[in-house]
T-cell receptor, first 108, second 115 residues
Framework: GQQVMQIPQYQHVQEGEDFTTYCNSSTTLSNIQWYKQRPGGHPVFLIQLVKSGEVKKQKRLTFQFGEAKKNSSLHITATQTTDVGTYFCAGRGGKLIFGQGTELSVKP | DGGITQSPKYLFRKEGQNVTLSCEQNLNHDAMYWYRQDPGQGLRLIYYSQIVNDFQKGDIAEGYSVSREKKESFPLTVTSAQKNPTAFYLC??????????????FGPGTRLTVL
């Protein structure tokens, strides 16, 4: 069945360092969504990518959708303590499947 | 103020008891979902409903039941048949197939602990 794998599971960075999380699907996706969950909170929608090779930016966050529409990445430039949380990808194949998430901690 | 509400925030139950988690939305969304989140794991789909009076099993439906009698409400019952019910439960909604998108809007969640 459809699977969505996300790596790494945890990432600890010094404030100001960059951060990247990767999402890989076993099947071709029609779209991929990214969510952020702050500690103790609930997931909040960040962005949706639909087109092959699509790149979208939100301030220091850059989202990419692979050419084959089977992988995606989220890159944060110059992390801040406000970036702390767990980042989830969710791929839509036949249904929406969430990755396991990457938990980001930022040391001031 | 539109959104999704879940109650209660924390819930304790004795082993062998059924418990119902509330989920209400005033976003006028057609679709609603229940997810379970365990530490270090992603969100696993329990049940979903695309329209009133209809719902479908997700990946981990065993030991759970739902109803969708009103568009705004999608309560989840955790039955005594659920072998490991302690978890964080998240309700979500989306516009639905008619809206052409399934962006999930999540409620604040209910943390269930079985004693």
């Amino acid at each position: 069945g459809q699977q969505v794998m996300q790596i790494p599971q945890y990432q600890h960075v010094q404030e100001g360092e960059d951060f990247t999380t990767y999402c890989n699907s076993s099947t071709t996706l029609s779209n991929i969504q990214w969510y952020k969950q702050r500690p103790g909170g609930h997931p909040v929608f960040l962005i949706q990518l639909v087109k092959s090779g699509e790149v979208k930016k939100q301030k220091r966050l850059t989202f990419q959708f692979g050419e084959a529409k089977k992988n995606s990445s989220l890159h944060i430039t110059a992390t801040q303590t406000t970036d702390v949380g767990t980042y989830f990808c969710a791929g839509r194949g036949g249904k929406l499947i969430f990755g396991q998430g990457t938990e980001l901690s930022v040391k001031p | 103020d539109g959104g999704i509400t879940q109650s209660p925030k924390y819930l304790f139950r004795k082993e062998g008891q059924n418990v119902t988690l509330s989920c209400e939305q005033n976003l006028n969304h057609d679709a609603m979902y229940w997810y379970r989140q365990d530490p270090g794991q992603g969100l696993r789909l329990i049940y979903y409903s695309q329209i009133v009076n209809d719902f479908q099993k997700g990946d981990i439906a065993e030991g759970y039941s739902v109803s969708r009698e009103k568009k705004e409400s999608f309560p989840l019952t955790v039955t005594s048949a659920q072998k490991n019910p302690t978890a964080f439960y998240l309700c979500a909604s989306s516009i639905g197939s008619s809206g052409g998108t399934d962006t999930q809007y999540f409620g604040p969640g209910t943390r269930l602990t079985v004693l």
